[in-house]
């Protein structure tokens, strides 16, 4: 299940930044932070014993705000 999991959301960081050429900086700062904070979420929770979905979504949650709110600086 893990494995499935790592796949998935590889697969959408690579997917989702093709498309990252027509983005504004703000919009690829928080596509960054949501891609770098699921896998962080995931990482941490898959080190501790969680739940890493959650964990990865919540990341991803977290990781998007902090991106939009350094871009905006």
């Known amino acids: 299940m ?9 697969t959408t960081m690579f997917v989702s930044d ?5 983005m504004g900086p703000t919009e690829q700062a928080i596509l960054s932070g949501a891609a770098v904070g699921a896998l962080g979420g995931w990482g941490i929770a898959a080190i ?3 739940t890493t979905a959650t964990a990865a979504l919540v990341g991803a949650g977290v990781g998007g705000l ?3 709110a350094v871009a905006l600086q």
């Open 48 to 50: 501790a014993g969680g």
């Open 66 to 68: 902090a991106g939009g």
């Open 18 to 22: 093709i498309g990252c050429t027509n």
């Open 2 to 10: 893990k494995k499935l999991l790592l796949i998935g959301i590889l």
